[in-house]
T-cell receptor, first 110, second 115 residues
Framework: DAKTTQPNSMESNEEEPVHLPCNHS???????IHWYRQLPSQGPEYVIH???SNVNNRMASLAIAEDRKSSTLILHRATLRDAAVYYC???????????FGQGTELSVKP | EPEVTQTPSHQVTQMGQEVILRCVPI?????FYWYRQILGQKVEFLVS????????KSEIFDDQFSVERPDGSNFTLKIRSTKLEDSAMYFC?????????????FGEGSWLTVV
């Protein structure tokens, strides 16, 4: 399974943008980049995913490097409810299981 | 928004007892998963299930575990003869059609405590 590398933790101030980085230098051509998050005492929650182009949805934006060896999840205005562990996961085109790493624990200060 | 529901939310059991965790996946989803998360550790894949059979399982998913879909809606995880180290949060998940980065939806989890 392809691996991703994320910082263990990050801090942000409320209502400021947050950029969560992820390195995936061993990504293969058919791997999708998925981001999930896990709020305290809850199950993982889908955030966004992409293949090559940058993606936007109501929750976040995903910026993917041209060589696809890294990506950045962007929360445009962090709220206290965004405090969670964020996971960057590579998933083969065929779908199947998600393999979770340690993720980045994001704390948001008021 | 459709959701995956799990029962019980919390169960305490004695070591050696059998436990059944239940899940109702999202209607019309075809792929089902079980994950677990030991307190303070990462989320671990246990098993995936498609077309009434196991499609993939991890090394953790040994003879102690089994999964089945007893009817058209429920998906269960059975743990035979529980051990202390089985104490964890167990998440059920489901997804629709395979491929093209399809989203996996997780339930809120069943917290199992083995004493």
């Amino acid at each position: 399974d392809a691996k991703t590398t994320q910082p263990n933790s990050m801090e942000s101030n409320e209502e400021e943008p947050v950029h969560l980085p992820c390195n995936h230098s061993t990504i293969s051509g058919t791997d999708y980049i998925h981001w999930y998050r896990q709020l305290p005492s809850q199950g993982p929650e889908y955030v966004i995913h992409g293949l090559t182009s940058n993606v936007n949805n109501r929750m976040a934006s995903l910026a993917i490097a041209e060589d696809r060896k890294s990506s950045t999840l962007i929360l445009h205005r962090a709220t206290l409810r965004d405090a969670a562990v964020y996971y960057c996961i590579l998933r083969p085109n065929q779908g199947g299981k998600l393999i979770f790493g340690q993720g980045t624990e994001l704390s948001v200060k008021p | 928004e459709p959701e995956v529901t799990q029962t019980p939310s919390h169960q305490v059991t004695q070591m050696g007892q059998e436990v059944i965790l239940r899940c109702v996946p999202i209607s019309n989803h075809l792929y089902f998963y079980w994950y677990r998360q030991i307190l303070g550790q990462k989320v671990e894949f246990l098993v995936s299930f498609y077309n009434n059979e196991i499609s993939e399982k991890s090394e953790i998913f040994d003879d102690q575990f089994s999964v089945e879909r007893p009817d058209g809606s429920n998906f269960t995880l059975k743990i035979r003869s529980t051990k202390l180290e089985d104490s964890a949060m167990y998440f059920c998940a489901s997804s629709g059609l395979r491929g093209k980065g399809n989203t996996i939806y997780f339930g809120e989890g069943s917290w199992l405590t083995v004493v």
